[in-house]
């Protein structure tokens, strides 16, 4: 087992750049499925999703073949296996994507059901409706779901809630379908986009993605392309504040401004300083740090990715700050880690209650997800002290080696093995790994 040891009080400073997207990159890598032709996909972050992903890939008949510095050039005309079994999928929750890219290109798709996850309830009833509004029937059955349509055709498709996945399955699956696809209600997040634009690059004809209907006039066949995953909004934001948090002054490039907005406005209002270049922002600090309230909410609302890291700034500026959390039940398991450190947090509902101490003291603590792992991170970064943060594989999901990218920027971390766990702990964190996804 790994964890990563922080000794804090370091001031971020220098320069770092942005890895591609995980949630553009979950579901471009699957939606390669759909072309007739191999495609390049590049700026693909070295994550384990990603990881994992091509690994689906491959043992579905596909040739991945890694072609440069994160880019890897997938040929898919080889597929001859139409599964995802338990044991790949378990490990990771966007595996659901493998359902529309194989639905809509094979009209057939057996694929495990994404399991618990420690989010709260993740259900998948929306991509289901979307499915069945194009002409698949579908069973649920030992924890598979299994997808056929003797052929799939264009229909209209309103979402009871703003899903970005149910949105891109949808997208993946009506692609090829024959006819007019209109999707209602639908996500704007900058991954839908991506994926958008990737498969228009292979000859799809898809309008309005970023806006709240989606159209999708089916095509017959999908070619080759060279493709680059948009720059990651979420780890750029949890740089923004890990240099906010620890009163540095750095730059922060490969990223796309505008997708940044929502993080950018509060950390203004929390006394951050930042100016926007072209493809890159600077982030510091040269004043107080105050109390602001947060409403997580779909783009370009506050991001409930972001929530997390937010909450740990919070800790550390002056005032009581409120934080709603409106997309994920469980999404404040991290409270209780950050109360070790001596962070005052209450949580009432989907509502936390911040009462800014200034200060964070280092401690031993767990990560419980990905986005609690990067809070714990930035907590230890601003800590006086050590802190020593277990069940890192949380973080390696989603960040793209983010104890080098710290370390670049002048902190103090480190990743160390610890090999002296029980059997019963170390099948304790077995569970916690299968049940973690996204
Ligand atoms: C995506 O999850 C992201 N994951 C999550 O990122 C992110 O938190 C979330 O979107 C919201 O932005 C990936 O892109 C791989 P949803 P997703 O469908 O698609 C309800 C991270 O930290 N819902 O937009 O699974 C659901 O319960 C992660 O990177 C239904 O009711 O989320 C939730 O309340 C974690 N029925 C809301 O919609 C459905 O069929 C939004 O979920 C689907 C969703």
């Excluded at 639905?103 to 069945?132: E, N, Y």
């Excluded at 509502?351 to 003291?361: C, D, F, Q, R």
């Excluded at 670049?408 to 702990?425: M, Y």
């Amino acid at each position: 087992m790994d964890k990563f040891v922080i000794r804090g009080g370091r001031r971020l400073t220098g320069e770092v750049i942005i890895s591609g997207a995980k949630n553009a990159a979950v579901a471009i890598l699957p939606a390669v499925i759909l072309s007739d032709e191999p495609c390049i996909i590049e700026n693909v972050p070295s994550i384990s999703d990603v990881t994992i992903s091509l690994r689906i890939l491959k043992e579905m008949g596909a040739e991945v073949t890694c072609v440069g510095h994160d880019a890897y050039r997938i040929d898919p005309t080889t597929i001859d296996k139409f599964c995802v079994p338990y044991e790949t999928a378990r490990k990771m929750r966007a595996s659901y994507y493998f359902l529309g890219a194989l639905l809509g290109k094979f009209h057939k798709a057996r694929v495990s059901m994404p399991g618990g996850c420690p989010l709260g309830d993740r259900p998948i009833d929306q991509h289901l409706k979307a499915f069945c509004a194009l002409g698949a029937q579908y069973t649920l059955s030992q924890g598979m779901v299994d997808l056929t349509a003797d052929s799939l055709h264009g229909n209209q498709i309103f979402f009871d809630v703003v899903t970005v996945g149910a949105t891109m399955n949808a997208m993946l699956a009506a692609v090829k379908a024959e006819g007019l696809t209109v999707i209602e209600n639908a996500a704007k997040e900058p991954h839908i986009v991506d994926l958008a634009n990737f498969l228009n690059s292979m000859g799809a004809n898809i309008m309005g993605a970023g806006t709240d209907v989606i159209k999708i006039r089916g095509v017959e066949h999908l070619h080759g392309t060279t493709y680059s995953v948009i720059p990651d909004q979420i780890e750029a934001g949890t740089f923004m504040v890990a240099i906010a948090a620890t009163k540095g002054d750095a730059i922060i490039k490969n990223v796309i401004p505008k997708h940044l907005e929502s993080i950018t406005k509060k950390l203004e209002k929390i006394g951050v300083n930042i100016e926007q270049y072209d493809d890159s922002v600077r982030v510091w600090v040269d004043g107080p740090l105050v109390k602001t309230n947060v409403k997580t909410a779909p783009h370009p609302g506050f991001p409930t990715d972001m929530q997390s890291q937010i909450a740990t700034l919070l800790t550390l500026a002056e005032g009581t700050s409120i934080i709603t959390e409106n997309i994920w039940e469980q999404r404040f398991r991290y409270v209780d880690e950050l109360r070790r450190m001596g962070a005052d947090i209450t949580v009432n509902g989907k509502v936390a209650l911040i009462e800014g101490t200034g200060k964070l003291m280092g401690a031993p603590v767990k990560a419980c997800d990905l986005r609690a792992g990067a809070a714990l991170i930035i907590a230890g970064l601003a800590a006086s002290g050590i802190t020593e943060i277990e069940d890192i594989f949380h973080i390696e999901r989603g960040y793209d080696c983010m104890e080098g990218k710290l370390r670049a920027l002048g902190a103090d971390i480190e990743k160390v093995s610890f090999p002296d766990k029980t059997e019963e702990q170390t099948e304790t964190a077995e569970d916690d790994k299968n049940k973690a996804a996204s």
